[in-house]
């Protein structure tokens, strides 16, 4: 479909509250939420809670906090099914009185009987249709202590077919289908019901969703039909792999987008990198959510399986993180220090963020490393120590201090002038004077820049410990 369609595009993400917005949710919301945003349209966020056993608050917090996090507002909801059951109990009743629909008795226990005989018989397993009413048929006497279920009247002829906008064409033999449960006993509706009513009420003109789905779209388009509902288009979009070619587990990747908060990812870097996880615009890797909204087409999704690659979302995390501004940095870094019992007032955060930021990660390593500035200060072990502070060494450092004492202006250009002065007055390469200061100031043998880490830990710190160094001789 172009953009220039005057039909108003109307896309919706609806998860279920059983548990936290995973990975693969969150491409199939950033999938309809930027073909939304493509044509100019309105981007729906429904819950679909009706499994009321499973369904919790805390799930769909989870839900609603990881949308938030990566910046995918809808323009409409959330709606929640459960504050919908009326509507879905008029339809039902509407569809009971055309025909589409009818009132079945059997029990649990005798539609797994009808199943296993099914499938021994080496059919389907499947509902026999024992109370679904035809003409000149003679129904069972209804059982006085039962409840019943309502199924819907499944087309029996034909073929079901769509064009998928991913997979195209796909047909299903409406014989494959059995009479769809639409409510249960206790008058509650199902999923695959609420769903097409959902769709059909909120006028929803797309559905791009994952290919799990596609066996309920034939049960949903048959629903549809009934209702003489306008069938949205579908696109079924393959699962993401783990990186080892499975379906992605808990141990890669399966777990709540907000866990990617957690471990210092960046929301952008996340957008970005769950688009290209089954989508493409030739070969850009990296692109801003406004290039990604203006590309996308459906007509590049992928057919085939997307695999989840941890390496390649830190090369795009590292990305945003250069390009992020040093005060963005230090705003997201501060409370991660703290969490490390570090203290982030304890030195000028931004320049520590501007000096680390070229080769982390993650926020959560900028953080670990800007320890190295805000924590407390560990003296090198005894092996470090008998490597690098040599009498040679201590030497040159004694004649370092002595002249840094008196330096006229404590910045990254005058302590790397004063460096270069001892290296020529002792005719020394960078790393005899590089490395045993960094070990004496900081305690390790590597650190970024050392006339950057000078300047930032400030005159006093790096006297103070140069002395003790010195006065340990």
């Known amino acids: 479909m172009s953009s220039s369609t005057s039909q108003t595009i109307r896309t919706r993400f609806a998860p279920s509250p059983t548990g936290y917005l995973h990975l693969g949710g969150a491409r199939t919301a950033l999938f309809s939420w930027a073909f ?8 729906v966020l429904r819950i679909e809670d009706t499994d009321i056993e499973r ?18 507002q809808p323009d409409e909801g959330p709606f929640y099914q459960m504050e919908r059951v009326e509507l879905y109990r008029d339809v039902i009743e509407r569809m009971l009185s055309e025909g589409h ?3 079945c008795y059997s029990s649990p226990e005798e539609v797994n009987a009808m199943r296993e005989k099914a499938r021994l018989a080496g059919l389907k397993p499947r509902y026999d249709g024992t109370w679904r009413p035809e003409p000149g048929k003679t129904l069972p006497p209804v059982p006085q202590d039962r409840k019943p279920v309502v199924r819907f009247k499944t087309p029996q002829d034909g073929a079901t077919s769509w064009n998928d906008l991913v997979k195209g064409p796909i047909s299903i033999d409406n014989s494959e289908l059995d009479d769809l449960v639409i409510a249960r006993a206790d008058g509650t509706p199902t999923y695959n019901f609420c769903v097409v009513v959902d769709d059909w009420d909120m006028q929803i003109t797309h559905v791009i969703r994952g290919d799990d789905h596609i066996n309920n779209t034939p049960r949903q388009i048959n629903i549809l039909r009934a209702l003489g509902g306008t069938l949205p288009q579908y696109g079924h979009v393959p699962m993401i792999l783990g990186p080892d070619g499975e379906k992605l587990s808990k141990r890669h990747g399966a777990v709540s987008v907000m866990q990617y908060d957690d471990d210092g990812y960046l929301p952008e870097a996340m957008v970005n990198y769950l688009a290209r996880l089954g989508w493409s615009h030739g070969n850009d890797e990296v692109f801003s959510r ?11 999704l992928s057919k085939s399986a997307a695999q989840w690659d941890p390496k390649k979302l830190n090369w795009v995390n590292a990305h945003y993180i250069r390009e992020s501004s040093n005060q963005r940095l230090a705003e997201k870094v501060a409370p991660r220090i703290v969490k490390l019992d570090g ?18 990660e993650t926020l959560n390593q900028l953080a670990e490393e800007a320890m190295l500035f805000c924590g407390p ?11 690098h502070l040599t009498p040679e060494a201590l030497t040159v450092l004694a004649d ?14 005058a302590l790397s002038d004063l460096i270069k002065t001892v290296l020529k007055q002792h005719n020394l390469k960078m790393p005899k004077l590089g490395i045993p200061l960094r070990v004496a100031v900081t305690g390790r043998k590597q650190t970024p820049a050392v006339d950057a880490v000078l300047s ?4 006093e710190t790096v006297l103070k410990r140069l002395a003790a160094t010195l006065g340990n001789r």
């Not at 560990?378 to 490597?387: G, R, S, T």
């Open 36 to 43: 939304a945003r493509h044509h100019n349209g309105v981007f």
């Open 55 to 72: 369904s919790t608050p805390e799930a769909v917090q989870a839900i609603l906090n990881g949308m938030d996090w990566l910046g995918m």
């Open 101 to 103: 629909a009818y009132y």
């Open 290 to 300: 406004e290039q990604f909204i203006e590309w996308f087409d459906t007509r590049n």
């Open 343 to 360: 203290n982030p007032e304890a030195v000028d955060l931004e320049a520590v963020m501007g000096l680390l930021k070229e080769r982390a």
């Open 377 to 387: 200060y560990i003296p090198a072990d005894a092996e470090l120590k008998q490597e």
């Open 400 to 413: 370092f201090a002595g002249q840094a004492e008196t330096l006229p202006e404590w910045t990254i250009p």
């Open 456 to 459: 930032l830990l400030g005159r």
